[in-house]
């Protein structure tokens, strides 16, 4: 079964930046969309953004204009930049592929995730 590799994430000062990578153990060109998702302490998983093999993105509206989205199809890999972190964005990140471009995960399952903390 596809696996799926959350890396990259760390402290990091409200204003910074990071860069996290997922890596997938198939194939990402059979994968129509793939997604970034994450879950905050206390709180629900949710979708951050969804790209599809198009190019097509979804992101949701408190990371808009700060986060892009790129899929490496030769590295298996996808990436979520994150520039002007805030506290809110303190949470486990996770990818999965998505069912569309509203970002309904496939896979019942997750990878270990990413752990992003934006602090001062």
């Known amino acids: 079964q596809v696996k799926f590799v959350e890396f990259g994430g760390g402290l990091v000062q409200p204003g910074g930046s990071l860069k996290l990578s997922c890596a997938v153990t198939e194939s990402m060109i059979n994968i129509y969309a793939m997604a970034w998702y994450r879950q905050a302490p206390g709180k629900q998983r949710e979708l951050v953004v969804v790209?599809?093999?198009?190019?097509?993105?979804n992101f949701i509206d408190s990371v808009k204009g700060r986060f892009t989205v790129s899929r490496d199809h030769d590295k298996n890999t996808m990436y979520l930049q994150m520039n002007s972190l805030k506290p809110e964005d303190t949470a486990v990140y996770y990818c999965n592929a998505a069912a569309s471009i509203q970002g309904t995960p496939v896979y019942p399952y997750w990878g270990q995730g990413t752990q992003v903390i934006v602090s001062s």
């Open positions: 790209v599809t093999s198009g190019g097509r993105t």
